[in-house]
């Protein structure tokens, strides 16, 4: 079946620092791939988006590039801000419908 | 258009009660979809609607689970009997066509005592 893994949190940082997020993937064909983003008390929120191989989706300063070959979806940011204290969450839609998440990784960026 | 609307925000039932919680999309959307969360994981999906019909299932959603979607507007999400197991966030999502356009409800969080 399909499957998300990504780096275990919290991830603690200082502001202006680089941050990265390890995702890899497992998944039957080739599926599109997303990162959403959590701040406390809201809903998730499409953060970024790429749907085929190489694809770079980016937003909000974040980048992932869509690597077939490793299966991977990092996110980066070269210089976190105070309000970029959430939960990420990269997930897979393999079938066009449903979202596969992974288990998210809580971002703490300290002033 | 003011999104994905759940209500309600927060429910605190006692063991064995019944709850149902309602979604209303994004007026425009055909498909609607429900997702558990729980503390400290990603969602899981539960079950999702395109109109009027549900198109598939996750295992998760046991007997004591049911969803509805009359007239393809609004959803509700019925659990039976419910157990301390069932504590979680109950997120719904609706979209125009596949993910074109995916968004979120802030959820219902559901404490069972």
């Known amino acids: 079946g399909n499957s998300v893994t990504q780096m275990e949190g919290p991830v603690t940082l200082s502001e202006e620092a680089f941050l990265t997020i390890n995702c890899t993937y497992t998944?039957?064909?080739?599926?599109?791939l997303f990162w959403y983003v959590q701040y406390p008390g809201e809903g998730l929120q499409l953060l970024l988006k790429?749907?085929?191989?190489?694809d770079k989706g980016s937003n909000k300063g974040f980048e992932a590039t869509y690597r077939k070959e490793t299966t991977s979806f990092h996110l980066e940011k070269g210089s976190v801000q105070v309000s970029d204290s959430a939960v990420y969450f990269c997930?897979?839609?393999?079938?066009?419908?449903?979202?596969?998440f992974g288990g998210g990784t809580r971002v703490l960026v300290k002033p | 258009d003011t999104g994905v609307s759940q209500n309600p925000r927060h429910k605190i039932t006692k063991r064995g009660q019944n709850v149902t919680f309602r979604c209303d999309p994004i007026?425009?959307?055909?498909?609607l979809y429900w997702y558990r969360q729980t503390l400290g994981q990603g969602p899981e999906f539960l079950t999702y609607?395109?109109?009027?019909?549900?198109?598939?299932k996750s295992r998760l959603l046991s007997d004591r689970f049911s969803a509805e979607r009359p007239k393809g507007s609004f959803s509700t999400l019925e659990i039976q009997r419910t157990e301390q197991g069932d504590s979680a966030m109950y997120l719904c999502?609706?979209?125009?066509?596949?993910?074109?356009?995916?968004?979120f409800g802030s959820g219902t969080r559901l404490t069972v005592v």
């Open positions: 609607f395109q109109n009027e019909a549900q198109l598939e």
């Open positions: 997930a897979l839609s393999a079938a066009g419908n449903k979202l596969t």
């Open positions: 007026s425009e959307h055909n498909r």
């Open positions: 999502a609706s979209s125009l066509v596949g993910l074109e356009g995916y968004t």
């Open positions: 998944a039957t064909g080739y599926p599109s």
């Open positions: 790429a749907t085929k191989a190489d």
